[in-house]
């Protein structure tokens, strides 16, 4: 198909774009920027004014729970609402049922994706079989039918010598670990940030070391055998310090922060609304502070959405019997935009950290608008206002703090590798 988008405002922090022009899309790929190539015969014409158009989102962590919970999410509903959200390209952690620890999974998966018309979904392998944390997987297998990382999702790795040769197995493929930093003996039964919240309503709190215990740990694991790993979902002030101590030393690591920790804290919860129950918990406002310093100094590589659709039973009960997680891959767009109006980031930076940055992570060729590049493109407008209703949210999974909520910034169109993936 042969696309051609007219009159909006590009922005690709990559290449150092941002200017009003013209973007030009044949064979899936953008083939010109500015003024479209001679005998250039669009098939569909985007009129994008006012309008800002970018490189398709990149999540570094968004669950689909199929297979295994479609009671919950299917890969189509929830590549519905990444597609709607502007997201191009999706990590799936491997805690599925069954957990992606054979190629037969992982073909699974795409099979699904590829039914549902959306192609660029990177399962992440188990690092240990069924990700019990006592046997290897089989990395390299997984690697070759498509894995793109190993992962433990957020079951803690409690053998370090596992955790060792798991990383040296991948260190010896080349394979990226994304590893979530959790101490189970200290975050076990925990369900809130350990502090005067948690106190003052009788919660079970996690400490901050929970996190910065595993993290040092890794980190020191790094240093023994050169694997590269990237830290998800990063929480704390004391973290964003380690990170930053780790990346002086010149160690292959990088991290990301999921973008409802950059907005909420604990105060903010509301002590009887599951919703506001996630793991990591939502830590104080010195915390929340220090995360934004750390995305704006580039500490913090990323910011994901680290989607967690959930049915109505998993968020029923007492808050610390509740399933954690927020449905939100479509507030990160709205989220990334209010940071933009609240002076803490530019709009350049806001797209940097949900494009160019996790497709560096992940070392794929993609999330900028070179010419020759695959064309995955997002458009958005920073001014139309809508709320989050049963008729605007697409995600199976409503489990979210601000429904009926009024967010500003909304998806118009998203285009994945060259096809219309969502029109408004």
Excluded at 220 to 229: A, M, P, Q, S, Y
Excluded at 296 to 304: E, L, P, S, W, Y
Aim: glycine letters at 8%.
């Amino acid at each position: 198909m042969r696309i051609e988008i007219v009159n909006g405002h590009i922005i690709d922090p990559r290449n150092d774009v941002n200017k009003q022009a013209g973007i030009y899309i044949e064979d899936g790929k953008v083939v010109a920027i500015g003024k479209a190539p001679e005998g250039f015969a669009p098939q569909t014409r985007i009129d994008a004014q006012g309008q800002i158009v970018c490189p398709g989102f990149i999540d570094l962590s968004a669950r689909l729970r199929e297979p295994g919970q479609v009671h919950k999410a299917s890969i189509q509903s929830e590549t519905r609402a990444a597609a709607s959200a502007g997201f191009t390209s999706l990590c799936i952690p491997p805690d599925t049922k069954p957990v992606i620890d054979t190629p037969a999974v992982l073909e699974l998966i795409k099979d699904k994706a590829e039914q549902c018309a959306y192609t660029h979904i990177y399962p992440i392998a188990a690092l240990t079989h069924k990700l019990a944390g006592k046997e290897l997987s089989s990395m390299y297998a997984l690697k070759q039918a498509g894995c793109i990382a190993v992962g433990h999702a957020q079951t803690p790795v409690q053998n370090l010598l596992i955790l060792r040769r798991a990383m040296e197995y991948a260190a010896t493929h080349d394979l990226l670990l994304m590893y979530c930093p959790q101490e189970r003996a200290l975050s076990y039964q925990g369900c809130a940030h350990e502090g005067a919240m948690a106190s003052r309503y009788g919660l079970p709190g996690i400490p901050v070391a929970a996190e910065t215990i595993a993290l040092m740990q890794c980190i020191e694991l790094i240093d023994l055998t050169g694997c590269r790993v990237h830290f998800r979902g990063l929480s704390s002030k004391r973290s964003v310090v380690i990170m930053a101590k780790a990346k002086q030393l010149g160690l292959p690591v990088s991290a990301d922060v999921a973008m409802h920790h950059l907005h909420l804290t604990d105060a903010d919860m509301l002590p009887y609304n599951s919703h506001y129950h996630v793991s990591p918990p939502l830590r104080s406002q010195q915390d929340k502070e220090a995360l934004l310093s750390g995305v704006k100094n580039g500490t913090i590589d990323a910011v994901c959405s680290d989607h967690q659709p959930h049915d109505i039973d998993a968020k029923l009960g007492a808050f610390p019997e509740t399933e954690p997680g927020m449905s939100t891959l479509e507030t990160v767009l709205p989220l990334m935009l209010r940071l933009v109006e609240q002076g803490h980031l530019d709009l350049a930076k806001g797209i940097e950290i949900l494009s160019a940055s996790p497709a560096k992570i992940l070392t794929i060729n993609t999330g900028h608008l070179a010419v020759g590049s695959v064309a995955d493109i997002c458009v958005f407008d920073v001014n139309t206002d809508w709320q989050i209703n049963g008729e605007t949210w697409q995600s199976q999974g409503q489990n979210t703090p601000f429904w009926q909520k009024t967010m500003r910034g909304k998806v118009t169109t998203t285009i994945q590798a060259g096809k219309i993936i969502y029109s408004q």
